[in-house]
DNA sequence: CCTCTTTGTCCTGTGAGTGGAAAAAGTAGG
DNA sequence: CCTACTTTTTCCACTCACAGGACAAAGAGG
């Protein structure tokens, strides 16, 4: 099938494109009261819309009283592609126009096999969801990537934990392979895209996104629009030191958040604590599965075990400490933490409030939320079609 | 004399304001090379500022080849009052609409006096300048004071150390006072929009402004745009922990970077040492004048002093490693250190560029300048006629 | 069947804006 | 002084976006 390559043609339409993504099926009556434009106006910028193909007539509405209306909607055909690439897996999921889930694969996966490999297998998975009957072909993918991005070229920079990445041209490279417009940007960006559109942060325009994964990084959102910094690496809050001559880290330095508190380090205390007999439970689970990570903390601290809850509030104690210094610096509206620890739920959400609410300022605080994230391991895949959207719904 | 109360009509009227603002005196041929609108419409909307008489004709421009242009400029009559209320010390000035300063007053005032007094001051300060024959009255006026500001409103949030000021309409009440419009921002981001127009930042999108004087904040400055937070905190950086269980501060807390390093706790550490006889040099200046000061620290460290010295370096230290942990966090393009205690110069930076640049990751410090601001304690004023110009030369 | 309400279309007037032509005011060289 | 060429500015006709009223279409309710 021939994919639909066309674009806004100017600010209107794409207001009203971004409308109909974000509200659904609308009417000519409804979107006039959203967008200041006369009736006539508003009907020429949708004719020019059908025109495109990008919207398309939806059947007529329930009657309010008068005439039913027309409704209009986003071509249910439009299918985009979100990609999150991981540290050790990949999320791959098929949305629509809307930005609705329709299909979605989780895979483990190494980043550190580089680029080409992790390219064969996210396109394996593109495959199959197009096999599965839920797509024909993509109108645009969003990819996410563990590490800074220079935004405007879709290239990754000087990725720490990502060998043979820096460089190589994600964007160029994927636009060709799937033949679509493609978007790449820090997979924590992402993150916050997708709970700005779809999770906790919908109403808010200044938040802060925590993800704690294998690493520790954050998504920054000014005035609703995410902010990158001028090399792309902002919010790079791993490597702020949380302890004064911590533990060494990999970047060189010592006591970094990421060496006291992230995955990867949670499961090597955990087996730390496991081999020096401080816990039956994490004891049994290394035997069991010859290793430990941040799930089995997380199952063993709900289990009760001691221990493993210590762990989780230790770590929540030193991301609560940055958090709370950054909370200070950026006085946000909401502070969102996601990512795969987040299985580790109210015992470290807990301790990081505690901290905050201890050491910034009540002006600050003072009306601040500190939340889980709610869509889990989506929130990544939906930022990238949220990413893709954007750019596509802007005008040309 | 009547003050001009005309505003702008619309967007591109703006814009022109703006180029002749800070660009000078400048022919319409000059100013259409600028803004991509067609040589009739620029000079419709030039005859309709003309009639406002925000801006005037001023003469012929030299040739440069063929018909000479007649040359535009802003009103040289329009005055800008800048007023910038510090800890302990005010600063007053004059400037056309250029923001060129005409006249600079500065008398030392304790802020806790309360809003009465100190606006007091402050009017008897402006009519001085207006006595002196530099303005007949003000087309508008910017004000700083230190602490947390509503922006929207233009009033103080419960400013720590400001007692009496909280909700103390300072917009409103200055705006009757001197019958022209006001805008009220932190001191910090006035600083930032200083040297974002005439000093060190002038070309950078994305800075931070670290201002070291009783105390310490920071304008953050994003895309061109001060960024103020949810509640008007964001930079409010003196109470992020520098040094965990350290020095109490007076918000509760313990380690507070301002208790360790800010205009006050240095010269508490300083009489602190010239009574335990570190140092003859301090110990002099502290019989001399019955006490010591930020200044006396500085004196000394350019005499040598090793004490002096040490404490300068041992606060650049922590006032390092907290800017460490905003650089990557922020990603900042530039880091601009100002305030009362840029007397303490290289030392200062230098242990700042030294944290810095250890703990940060090289891609966010790669090209990072970290240098003292250039506009010395005028940034305040030139960055508060500044914030009322952008007021005032925005559409009505 | 009639009236009222809501939705959508048509049409015309207005004002913003563009771009070409011409006028105005120079310079440079013979 | 005259001519050729530049640059700046003004003038004018034409296009296009857009608003807003009139009107048609379609339904609800009595």
Chains 1, 2 share one sequence.
């Not at 024909?136 to 934990?161: H, K, L, N, S, Y």
């Amino acid at each position: 099938m021939r994919r639909m390559t066309a674009r806004p043609g100017n600010a209107h339409q794409a207001r009203l494109l971004r409308l109909l993504r974000d509200g659904g099926p609308n009417s000519r009556a409804q979107l006039g009261d959203q967008v200041d434009l006369s009736r006539s106006k508003l009907a020429v910028e949708v004719d020019r819309l059908l025109e495109t193909g990008l919207v398309v007539a939806d059947g007529l509405a329930a009657s309010r009283g008068g005439r039913r209306s027309h409704n209009i909607r986003l071509n249910p055909e439009l299918r985009f592609l979100g990609v999150d690439i991981g540290a050790t897996s990949v999320d791959v999921a098929v949305t629509n126009a809307e930005l609705e889930t329709l299909g979605h694969l989780n895979q483990p996966m190494d980043v550190r096999e580089g680029p080409v490999a992790v390219f064969e297998q996210v396109l394996a998975m593109a495959a199959k969801l197009r096999a599965s009957g839920l797509a024909e072909g993509f109108d645009g993918a969003g990819i996410g990537v563990p590490g800074p991005v220079r935004f405007p070229e879709g290239v990754p920079v000087a990725p720490p934990i990502m060998p043979g990445w820096d460089g190589f041209p994600v964007r160029e490279a994927l636009s060709q392979e799937l033949g679509c417009p493609v978007m790449v940007d820090n997979d924590v960006n992402l993150m916050a895209m997708g709970e700005q559109h779809a999770g906790v942060a919908r109403t808010v325009a200044d938040f802060l996104c925590v993800k704690i994964g294998t690493g520790i990084g954050c998504g920054i959102v000014v005035g609703g629009e995410v902010y990158r910094g001028t090399t792309g690496s902002a919010g790079d809050i791993g490597h702020i030191q949380a302890v004064p001559d911590g533990r060494p880290c990999a970047c060189g330095n010592r006591g970094c958040l990421e060496a006291h508190f992230s995955g990867a380090a949670l499961a090597r205390d955990a087996t730390e604590a496991a081999q020096q007999g401080l816990s039956d439970e994490l004891a049994q689970r290394l035997e069991a599965n010859g290793g430990l990570t941040a799930v089995d903390v997380s199952a063993a601290a709900a289990a009760g075990d001691a221990t493993a809850l210590d762990l989780i509030r230790e770590g929540g104690n030193h991301t609560g400490q940055v958090i709370a210094g950054l909370v200070s610096f950026f006085n946000p509206g909401l502070v969102v933490i996601g990512g795969g620890v987040t299985g580790l739920g109210h015992t470290l959400l807990a301790a990081i409030r505690t901290q905050v609410y201890r050491q910034s300022l009540p002006l600050a605080t003072g009306n601040l939320p500190i939340v889980l994230g709610e869509l889990g391991p989506t929130a990544g895949v939906i930022g990238a079609a949220r990413l893709i959207s954007d750019h596509l719904f802007s005008p040309a």
